[in-house]
């Protein structure tokens, strides 16, 4: 086990179903040129979707006992959220990045899984969301995490900050930017220093 509650993919499975529910959720991310306002650097395009509760999280859902592996389960729960652009990317075992249960309301796995596309796919997948069986419906809209700091010190990343998040998908986002350093980690801790400051 690393990180205190952390677990992986296999230790994970030995919370067993049906005792246990399991959930698998992804974050896309892609390399990303370009400055706002010609100034500020993008970096990366981070994805997340704006829930049906007016919580942020990542695509994807709960395995269902007609799903053969975590993965298929996720990649059939991307396909309802995301469209017909998720049945393009395949996201494997390989993928997993981390899992950690929780008892409150219910017992719930939650896997979540880290996937770095091109540019162009993370579009593509955007680009046909609207087509998704649960565009409207579970899923409000797709949304990019800005992951740069305004002259303000609030503005982007820290305010972003402030949303909420269903779950734990605030600190695997968090986590996610400090790990695969998609944000130095001086500026991620700013960010959530600031946001602790503006409730
Ligand atoms: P239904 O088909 O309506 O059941 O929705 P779903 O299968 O898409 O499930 P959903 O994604 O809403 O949530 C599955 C479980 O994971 C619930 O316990 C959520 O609270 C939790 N959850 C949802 N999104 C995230 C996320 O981004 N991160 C984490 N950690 N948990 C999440
Ligand atoms: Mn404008
Ligand atoms: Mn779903
Ligand atoms: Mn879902
Ligand atoms: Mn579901
Ligand atoms: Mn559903």
């Known amino acids: 086990m690393g990180e205190a509650g952390i677990l992986s993919r296999e230790e994970a499975l030995r919370f067993e179903s049906p005792q246990w529910k399991h959930a698998c959720h992804v974050l896309f991310y ?17 994805l997340m979707q704006m ?6 999280g990542f695509p994807g859902g709960f395995v269902d006992p007609e799903d053969v592996s975590l993965e298929e389960g996720l990649s059939r729960e991307l396909q309802e959220e995301l469209g017909p652009g998720a049945a393009l990317l395949q996201v494997t075992k390989q993928d997993h990045l981390s899992a950690y249960t929780s008892e409150k309301p219910r017992r719930v796995v939650a896997h979540f899984y880290i996937k770095q596309l091109t540019l162009e796919e993370l579009q593509t997948l955007e680009e046909k969301a609207t ?8 899923v409000m809209g797709l949304l990019r995490v800005p992951l740069y700091i305004l002259q303000d010190g609030v503005g982007g990343l820290p ?11 605030r600190e695997q986002l968090i986590h996610s930017l400090d790990t695969l350093q998609l944000v130095p980690r001086e500026q ?9 400051k503006r409730p």
């Open 131 to 138: 087509q998704a069986k649960d565009h409207g419906l579970e």
């Open 30 to 46: 892609a390399p990303c040129h370009g400055r706002l306002f010609g100034k500020f650097p993008l970096r990366y395009a981070v």
């Open 51 to 56: 829930r049906f509760d007016g919580r942020l």
């Open 159 to 169: 305010t972003f900050l402030t949303n909420s998040f269903i779950g734990n998908a």
């Open 188 to 196: 991620l801790q700013k960010a959530v220093n600031m946001a602790q």
